[in-house]
Structure formats: structure tokens, C-alpha cells
């Protein structure tokens, strides 16, 4: 493994530091008048999402950390595990529910998603941008309610909630954007 020294530091780098893996969001390297130049970082926790500031001396040195991305495809869900199959060398793996979190609701088994780990523990996944999934269960649209951007409830075929405009049925294939969950147009 790389060793870079804090002065080297470049945002999207990632580091361990003090047993946990960072990913450099900002950083900036300070001279004051008085004292020993610094390097102020902002850095973000890859495994738990949390985003912290630190400083370091521009000597300091760290490890740097590779994370492995894959392209896998979803296989199917069973109780609290997620398979997944390589698409190069067909091995499954399977991820427990609670690392899988909440990126999964809106894949249908067969479809790819790209799996980021760490030493060979993934730790995330992430979905296609954009899915075409068929709606299972809204209210129908009523006739002369037509206010602007009006929206309904509506459950697609993986179970998730989503809000739909008020013309859009039963049994028709919308458009989903995965990251926030919204709908972007009919399929």
C-alpha cells in the first residue's frame, strides 16, 4: 500500500486513519504568520457516512486505503441476506440487511448494482441512477382534479412507496431516480 503524507492530500483520496477508512472531501493547506503550516481537511467515513474536520501537520503520514468497486447483479432476497453474483466470474456473495440499508428498494432481482468494499467487506451498494418499475397499487385519478403538481401515493412492484402525479394508473411502467426516490416520468 501507498503511504501519502498529509501535505499530498487531494480531495476524493481515500486514507486510513486511526483504524477507519476516509474519503477527502475538502482539504486546504494553511500558513499562518506565526506557527507551523496545516493542513485542514474535511474527510468522510466510508463505512458509517459520518463527516468529520480534522487538522494535521503536513508531515503526518497515513496508509492509503483501496476500495474495490464491482459491477454484481442482484440474484434474489432471502430473509435478512442479499445475493449478489460477480458478472466476470459468476461467484455469489451475500450481504446482510443491515449493510444493504435502504439502497436496495427500488432493484428488481436480475439487475446490476455496484458494490463497494473494503479488504473484502463490502460496505456499499449502489443502484442504477434511474429504474423502470411497474406500479402495483395507487388510487385512481380523479376526473376535474387537476391542481399543479399534485401528487398521489403510489406502491411499486418492489414494495417501496413512491409519490406519482395524479394522472398516472394502476399497472403502468414509471421512471424512478434511486437517489432520491422520486418519480421522473412514465416508462
Known amino acids: 500500500m501507498a503511504v501519502k503524507s498529509a501535505g ?3 480531495n476524493g483520496m481515500t486514507l486510513e486513519i486511526e483504524g477507519n477508512v476516509y474519503q477527502v472531501l475538502e482539504f486546504l493547506h494553511v500558513k499562518p504568520g506565526k506557527g507551523a503550516a496545516f493542513v485542514r481537511t474535511k474527510l468522510k467515513n466510508i463505512i458509517n457516512g459520518g463527516v468529520v474536520e480534522r487538522t494535521f501537520r503536513p508531515t503526518e503520514t497515513f496508509e492509503e486505503a483501496f476500495i474495490e468497486r464491482k459491477n454484481m447483479q442482484y440474484l434474489y432476497n ?3 441476506l442479499y445475493y449478489f453474483m460477480d458478472n ?3 461467484d455469489q456473495i451475500a450481504i446482510n440487511a443491515e449493510t444493504v ?3 436496495m428498494k427500488f432493484v428488481k432481482e436480475n ?3 455496484t458494490i463497494s468494499s473494503y479488504q473484502g467487506s463490502p460496505f456499499a451498494i449502489e443502484p442504477p441512477f434511474t429504474v423502470e418499475l411497474e406500479i402495483t397499487e395507487t388510487e385512481p385519478g380523479v ?3 387537476t391542481a399543479t403538481g399534485a401528487t398521489k401515493p ?3 412492484e418492489t414494495g417501496a412507496q413512491v409519490m406519482v402525479p395524479l394522472f398516472v ?3 403502468e411502467r414509471i421512471k424512478i431516480d434511486t437517489r432520491t426516490g422520486e418519480y421522473l416520468s412514465r416508462a
Open 101 to 103: 440499508g435502504d439502497s
Open 111 to 113: 439487475e446490476n448494482v
Open 88 to 90: 466476470e466470474t459468476y
Open 154 to 156: 403510489a406502491t411499486v
Open 78 to 80: 432471502d430473509g435478512d
Open 8 to 10: 499530498e492530500f487531494r
Open 143 to 145: 376526473k376535474g382534479n
Open 169 to 171: 394508473d394502476q399497472g
